[in-house]
């Protein structure tokens, strides 16, 4: 199993401009997470998914699109980069509520 | 709405020495409660989890955390550190009931020196 993947590794943007982070798991798990890292604040959670045509907002979901058409994908959209969305972006699945979660290998992200 | 804190941004501790690394929640109903821990420029790696059952669970490393639902804390330890468990340690909550995403505290970094 490769786990949960994550494209693409680095990427730079200018204000303004869109991308799509792309996310996959092959362990066959409902629930998928998107998750920022910043500096002292943790990880917060952008937007969830716990199955196919099902996505929820999380605690800092402005500026970010998500859906998920099958179960393995789950992509992070951002429509109009800004200089604050500049983080680190984590993707995670779990299979269910009791279950630990996966992370992907994370994608650094610099909007100038 | 659930939420985790981690009051302690870092920890020093000398190498050979016990160390503890706290974390309270707040949360509806029964919680599932976990850690992880992140080295440097690496993702995010399960340690260890809560689920029921004993107050005292063990995990990857050497490492165990103890469950106390009267103080709402679910702290992680370690008997002897070691220089390699120097890194940011992430402790996270999830409800029986409510959101099915993980909430992480802020993080506390530990440091263990030799």
């Known amino acids: 199993n490769a786990g949960v993947t994550q494209t693409p590794k680095f990427q730079v943007l200018k204000t303004g401009q869109s991308m799509t982070l792309q996310c996959a798991q092959d362990?066959?798990?409902?629930?998928m997470s998107w998750y920022r890292q910043d500096p002292g604040m943790g990880l917060r959670l952008i937007h969830y998914?716990?199955?196919?045509?099902?996505?929820d907002q999380g605690e800092v979901p402005n500026g970010y699109n998500v859906s998920r058409s099958t179960t393995e994908d789950f992509p992070l959209r951002l429509l109009s980069a800004a200089p604050s969305q500049t983080s680190v972006y984590f993707c995670?699945?779990?299979?269910?509520?009791?279950?630990?979660?996966?992370f992907g290998p994370g994608t650094r992200l610099t909007v100038t | 709405a659930q939420s985790v804190a981690q009051p302690e941004d870092q920890v020093n501790v000398a190498e050979g020495n016990p160390l503890t690394v706290k974390c309270t929640y707040s949360?509806?109903?029964?919680?599932?409660l976990f850690w992880y821990v992140q080295y440097p420029n690496r993702g995010l790696q399960f340690l260890l989890k809560?689920?029921?059952?004993?107050?005292l669970v063990k995990g990857s490393y050497g490492f165990e955390a103890e469950f106390n639902k009267s103080q709402t804390s679910f702290h992680l330890k370690k008997p002897s550190a070691l220089v390699s468990d120097s890194a940011l340690y992430f402790c996270?909550?999830?409800?029986?009931?409510?959101?099915?995403?993980?909430?992480f505290g802020s993080g506390t970094r530990l440091q263990v020196q030799p």
């Open positions: 809560y689920i029921t059952g004993d107050n």
């Open positions: 995670a699945s779990t299979r269910d509520r009791v279950g630990e979660q996966y």
């Open positions: 996270a909550v999830r409800g029986y009931t409510g959101r099915r995403a993980l909430t």
């Open positions: 998914s716990v199955g196919a045509g099902i996505t």
């Open positions: 949360v509806s109903g029964n919680p599932y």
């Open positions: 362990m066959n798990h409902e629930y």
